[in-house]
């Protein structure tokens, strides 16, 4: 193994974290609407919380096609931009909304039309089907906006402006508790719809997140001065080609992976409600210990992606270096606070004895898996992916989930009827194999790839 490079210079660490803060910060503020849904719903009963995590498991779905939209346009996006291709830079925004607008219609059309279809792929208990229905009927609305609006300010990270997200994140928050407390129970005069009424208060806050978005880009935003027409017009053929080299493998992968999670969210709904309700609340815990993964991996692919734009691929091989001893680093503190603190939020459920037992035992679980679960995630969704490895990561994600652990979840959970706490472990062991894999591969220096055009490498930022 090749001696480890660690990046000298200071200000390649004051660009991480300007990147990542924001992006953490904004993750923390999302999953702390999701918990904030969970607790209000969680007093409602055992039903309704698991009806709504598993409605939210086909939304989920749609979430990582913006994300896997996303991942490759922002190879696109880091790359020009860190090459000074600002013209390119504005063709890969207007290719992304395209895509994400495709996807929402798509998505929308199956909610509206299969609703119960859905749920039953993932619960087979009558009570839970149809809390669920109510939900997603009201979710047919929000793809377009919240898919649009969310792809727009991730990709605005790649060229700087990490803080929009962030703003957008503080405003969505206020918005979606105000109209949840509003709408879940009936307050201010409004009907009391329960899990719809969740349901309605995260529409009403992806309009206000697109609004704000749209006025910062089109108003506010001095590096790439978009304009409404930037994004309707024509998408070059060589741009195109460049994405379904890079890109399309990362849509792939983020669909195969989410089809996957999905499949493992199927395997916990046929474990019975008590292991839904359980995994629902353990989640929410596990995204608020990883919201600095994600701000590390936001920031290791743009960095990255303009580092290698800028053609020194040397310097892309120290920071992935230096990025994964960080990633290590902050595993492990994750790992050992999830155990300490994870528990003590159970108080704030009104759910069964048992179902309590179960969640700390799972719990337990988590604070293992943590630790490669967030070197995996710095790995694939940063390092690797900003060098353009995307054909690499497509088999890295989708074999070992595939082939590994959903077969082994399914015989675990619903063949041998294992408890949810073990059956959990099989489900997530692709973690464990990809964090490994992937650490062979950032040694090997066979990730870096240089997607700009050389004809247009010289090209002055417009």
Not at 50 to 59: G, I, R, V
Not at 239 to 264: I, N, Q
């Amino acid at each position: 193994m090749r001696k480890i490079e660690l990046v000298k210079d200071k200000h390649f660490y004051e660009r991480v974290l300007a990147i990542m803060l924001p992006v953490a910060m904004q993750q923390a503020i999302n999953m702390g609407v999701n918990m904030m849904d969970t607790i209000m719903l969680g007093s409602f009963g055992e039903v309704q919380l698991s009806a709504s995590s598993l409605a939210n498991s086909f939304y989920s779905i749609f979430q990582i096609f913006c994300m896997g939209i996303t991942a490759g346009c922002s190879i696109l996006v880091s790359q020009h931009y860190g090459a000074g291709q600002i013209k390119q830079v504005k063709q890969s925004f207007a290719l992304a909304l395209r895509l994400t607008a495709a996807f929402g219609v798509v998505f929308a059309l199956l909610t509206y039309f299969f609703p119960e279809q859905i749920m039953r792929l993932f619960s087979k208990d009558p009570d839970v089907i149809a809390a669920g229905v109510g939900y997603l009927k009201i979710t047919v609305f929000i793809y377009l906006i919240h898919g649009i609006g969310l792809v727009t300010a991730q990709l605005m990270r790649s060229v700087g402006q990490a803080s929009l997200g962030l703003y957008v994140s503080i405003i969505s928050f206020v918005v979606n508790v105000a109209a949840n407390w509003v709408f879940i129970f009936g307050k201010l005069g409004a009907p009391r719809m329960e899990i719809r009424g969740a349901a309605l208060g995260t529409l009403i806050a992806r309009s206000v997140e697109l609004i704000v978005t749209f006025f910062f880009v089109l108003k506010m935003d001095k590096k790439l001065r978009l304009r409404l027409g930037d994004f309707f017009q024509k998408v070059p053929g060589e741009l195109l080609r460049r994405y379904l080299k890079v890109g399309l493998p990362a849509l792939c992968s983020d669909a195969m992976l989410s089809f996957g999670r999905t499949a493992t969210s199927m395997i916990i709904g046929q474990m019975g409600t008590t292991a839904v309700a359980a995994n629902s609340m353990v989640q929410v815990v596990d995204r608020l210990f990883t919201v600095v993964t994600g701000g590390i991996s936001n920031a290791a692919s743009i960095v990255i992606g303009q580092t290698i734009g800028a053609g020194d691929k040397h310097k892309a091989q120290q920071q992935g270096e230096s990025l994964f001893l960080i990633a290590a680093g902050i595993s492990i503190l994750s790992a050992v606070l999830f155990i300490l603190i994870g528990p003590a939020t159970l108080s704030m459920y009104n759910v069964t004895q048992e179902t309590l037992e179960v969640t700390e035992k799972l719990m337990i679980t988590y604070s293992v898996l943590i630790i490669f679960q967030c070197i995996g995630s710095v790995m694939t969704k940063g390092v690797l992916r900003g060098g353009g490895d995307t054909r690499f990561l497509l088999i890295a994600d989708v074999a070992f989930l595939w082939l590994a652990s959903i077969p082994l979840g399914y015989v675990s959970g619903i063949v041998l009827g294992l408890p949810i706490f073990i059956t959990t472990v099989f489900l997530r062991i692709d973690d464990i194999i990809k964090s490994v894999w992937c650490i062979g591969r950032l040694n090997s220096g066979k990730w870096i790839h240089n997607v700009v055009d050389k004809k247009e490498s010289g090209a002055k930022k417009q």
